[in-house]
Nanobody, 124 residues
Framework: QVQLVESGGGLVQAGGSLALSCAAS????????MGWFRQTPGKEREFVAA????????YYADSVKGRFTISRDNAKNTVYLRMISLKPEDTAVYYC?????????????????WGQGTQVTVSS
């Protein structure tokens, strides 16, 4: 059984930084991508960033480019999201997701596994 466990959320002031991690267990990923999505009440879950397991190529939503950095540690089956220059509009529950196979990285329907989510709150 595949499990994704996020950690690292919390409360931070605008302009601050946070780092999230997502540890996968139950499967070793060698293809597909690991991604981060976020969701606020009343809105759809939106793509934030993703990274291909095999190549390490990262992808970012325009809203976070230059501020967020996604990385992976294949040996630990773990993906990280480093967030700097945080804004109040970054406030959301952040979800980690994993694909079994390569697919369109920005569409949540292409992801097979999801974590429980971790709250990120950015105060103004």
């Amino acid at each position: 059984q595949v499990q994704l466990v996020e950690s690292g959320g919390g409360l931070v002031q605008a302009g601050g930084s946070l780092a999230l991690s997502c540890a996968a267990s139950g499967r070793t990923f060698s293809s597909g991508s690991m991604g981060w999505f976020r969701q606020t009440p009343g809105k759809e879950r939106e793509f934030v960033a993703a990274i291909r397991w095999s190549s390490g190529i990262p992808y970012y939503a325009d809203s976070v480019k230059g501020r967020f950095t996604i990385s992976r540690d294949n040996a630990k089956n773990t993906v990280y999201l480093r967030m700097i220059s945080l804004k109040p509009e970054d406030t959301a529950v952040y979800y980690c997701a994993a694909q079994r196979f390569d697919g369109l990285i920005q569409f949540r329907t292409t992801y097979d596994y999801w974590g429980q989510g971790t709250q990120v709150t950015v105060s103004s």
